[in-house]
């Protein structure tokens, strides 16, 4: 959903823009664990930790959606390349405690920040991402 310009890939297939933009992003978030280690860091580095979680959540929920659409579709366990052990108990054990970690985060007043700003940028992702992908619905090609 980037502009192409950004997307671009030199002779050697690197994103040589999009790597630049986000390393200027984390010397931004470096210099702000000099200059504002107590505030502006500490949102941060809760946000990232929370993005991490919430990834694991994800990962879990997949997990387990993918394992019963895999066999409700007549698949055996046997033709899987990869069978992740402890299945079905090791991924809900981690969706649950990734979840309830996510949600203990409400009463740890350092980390409570990352909730204020995570879910309303990721709402925002979410809305962007559909009104974009409306707009190209109804955009005629040409």
Not at 9 to 34: D, E, Q, R, W, Y
Not at 73 to 81: H, P, Q, S, V
Request: hydrophobic letters at 55%; one cysteine or more.
């Amino acid at each position: 959903m980037i502009p192409a310009r950004i997307a671009r890939v030199n002779k050697s297939g690197v994103p040589f823009l999009a790597m630049c933009i986000c390393m200027v992003g984390g010397l931004f978030a470096l210099l702000s664990s000099v200059i504002a280690a107590e505030t502006v860091y500490m949102v941060l580095v809760s946000i990232s930790g929370l993005a991490v979680v919430l990834v694991w959540v994800s990962i879990a929920a997949s997990h387990i959606v993918f394992r019963r659409r895999y066999l409700a579709a007549g698949n055996r366990l046997e033709d899987l390349a990869y069978r992740a052990p402890g299945y079905p108990w090791l991924s809900w054990a981690a969706l649950i405690m990734s979840a309830l970690s996510c949600l203990l985060i409400v009463f740890d007043p350092t980390q409570r920040p990352a909730l204020f700003y995570t879910v309303p940028f990721v709402g925002l992702c979410y809305l962007v991402y559909y009104l974009v992908l409306a707009k190209k619905r109804t955009t005629p090609r040409s």
